[in-house]
């Protein structure tokens, strides 16, 4: 029989075996420890802390409503840490989530870094994987033919989010929420 403890992570509450909190209590202040990125070390280890309790999410059902010492390593191993380097906490398998189908999902956002007025043609292109240019040339066509142009780039400038954390332009690069990801873009601001 094993001790259960209540963990608030990401702004979610979970239930976990104490050995799973140990391990990821390890993981985290590994991961803090070898960051070393100053001011940004609070906002990158909130936005590792949302991805965990993400995949946390994903992985509880209900017939598994306990984080286990499992589910700590696969998540972990599948984040690793800032320099690049699997995380080797209790050697869990990063393959495994790789090929049980886990990737990562392109999001639409209004993308920062290639932006002319608020970045909806980018993040659009973006998005549907295609060149930016010629996003852009289709909004100008549907202005000059009518309003429609106007009216989509408007609507599309107020719902979508500009990406502004460097999990979301992890999400709009459809590149997958690790810690060496989410290092790319702490320093990108």
Request: with cysteine; aromatic share 10%; proline share 4%.
């Amino acid at each position: 029989m094993k001790k259960v403890v209540n963990v608030g992570i990401g702004g979610r509450s979970f239930a976990m075996d104490e050995d799973a909190y140990t391990s990821l209590k390890k993981y985290l202040n590994a991961f803090r420890c070898q960051s070393k990125l100053g001011i940004q070390s609070k906002e990158v280890m909130d936005d590792l802390e949302e991805r965990i309790a993400e995949l946390f999410s994903e992985r509880i059902n209900k017939y598994k409503d306990v984080v286990d010492i499992q589910m700590v390593d696969s998540v972990t191993a599948q984040l690793g840490m800032p320099d690049g380097e699997p995380y080797n906490g209790t050697g869990a398998d990063p393959i495994s989530d790789i090929l049980s189908g886990n990737r990562p999902t392109r999001k639409f956002y209004r993308n920062p870094f290639n932006k002319s007025i608020a970045g909806v043609c980018s993040g659009l292109a973006q998005y549907l994987n295609v060149d930016t240019l010629l996003v852009r040339i289709i909004f100008v066509i549907a202005l000059v033919m009518g309003s429609a142009g106007f009216w989509i780039y408007i609507i599309l400038w107020i719902a979508a989010p500009l990406a502004e954390t460097p999990a979301q332009k992890c999400e709009l690069f459809g590149l997958p929420v690790t810690a060496e990801n989410l290092m790319k873009f702490s320093s990108n601001r």
